[in-house]
């Protein structure tokens, strides 16, 4: 478990952990894949030991079973069939990961062990890793545990979208707040300059990228470019936009490429004119995580670039 970046965040949390003004309830939020949760199970640590700074040493983890707990989306494998393809066909059926929210019920388990004594250390910490995977049922569960924590217990939320956490919890958590890595950065995990533009900032990514030939060859990087530069024709932007409507999260990732590579022409040209096209892919990725209708969203966006 090797961290990359983040050095602003890292003396913030030695900061508080060496006054021992740790917070009961913190938010680390910002893009997936860019060590969130690896960086909080280090703090973790920290917290469990009452140490005052933390330690990235390898191989100096210790058993810390019981006490640092954690909560995240349920995964399941399903088989589906290609749109268009009868489920007879031999060959066509695929397998295919289904995430599922996090209910009720796992938050008032985990809620439940937290409320326990320590096992080995000087506290417990719940990571809920993709919060806002949580409906508001859910979340209000969290509620009297974050406004009334338990003696020695707390709790780090995970997520990419910090504005689907209820405004009654945000407003009662250190928030933290995340960015994608430079290029510098990830030239410490690999020489490969092409992977590294397919990771887009995010070391967590370029890691699976390295070791997953198959997700390698279908990460979409070229034709979000050409969304962004303006040479594919209306026609193409449309058909595009039928396509990803297939697969809302599938969709959010293209447009965050989109939203990477506008962003590299910013720090490249030093011209801010794009930034508005940034802020418009990122209301339509908002979108998409309710119930709108995805292909005229995504429509409406391509037309517009």
């Known amino acids: 478990m090797k961290l990359i970046g983040h050095h602003t965040q890292i003396e913030q949390l030695n900061r508080v952990l060496v006054r021992d003004i740790t917070a009961s309830a913190y938010i680390f939020s910002g893009p997936a894949h860019i060590g969130k949760r690896t960086l909080s ?13 933390i ?12 006490d640092l707990l954690s909560c995240a989306p349920l995964e399941e494998m399903k088989k589906v069939t290609k749109k268009g393809q009868k489920k007879k066909e031999k060959g066509r059926v695929q397998e295919k ?23 080995h250390g000087h506290a417990r910490v719940l990571i809920i890793d993709d919060a806002d995977r ?51 950065s990830l030239s410490s995990i690999s020489t490969d300059e092409q992977l590294r533009i397919r990771a887009m900032g995010r070391p967590g990514l370029l890691t699976t990228l390295q070791n997953d030939e198959e997700l390698n060859r279908q990460c979409i990087v070229d034709r979000g470019q050409d969304l962004t530069l303006q040479t594919v024709t209306v026609v193409q932007k449309l058909q595009y936009a039928q396509e990803l409507s297939q697969d809302k999260e599938n969709a959010r990732d293209v447009l965050a490429q989109m939203q990477w590579h506008l962003r590299q022409r910013i720090l490249e040209e030093q011209s801010y004119d794009e930034y508005t096209k940034i ?8 979108l998409l995580r309710t ?11 391509f037309l517009h670039l």
């Open 55 to 66: 330690d990235f040493i390898e191989g100096s983890e210790r058993d810390y079973y019981g």
């Open 41 to 53: 199970e280090y703090f973790a640590r920290a917290i469990i030991d009452g140490a005052q700074k």
């Open 279 to 286: 802020m418009r892919i990122e209301k339509v990725r908002q």
């Open 291 to 301: 119930n709108v209708n995805t292909r005229m969203a995504l429509e409406e966006l």
């Open 97 to 119: 990961k289904i995430t599922h929210d996090i209910t009720v019920e796992q938050v008032r388990d985990v809620v439940r062990e937290l409320s326990l004594s320590s096992l």
């Open 134 to 184: 949580m409906g508001r049922g859910a979340q209000n569960a969290f509620l009297k545990t974050v406004e009334e924590p338990p003696h020695n217990a707390y709790i780090i939320f995970i997520t990419s979208d910090v504005s689907r956490l209820l405004p009654t919890i945000r407003s009662r958590c250190q928030m933290m707040s995340f960015g994608l890595l430079n290029d510098k």
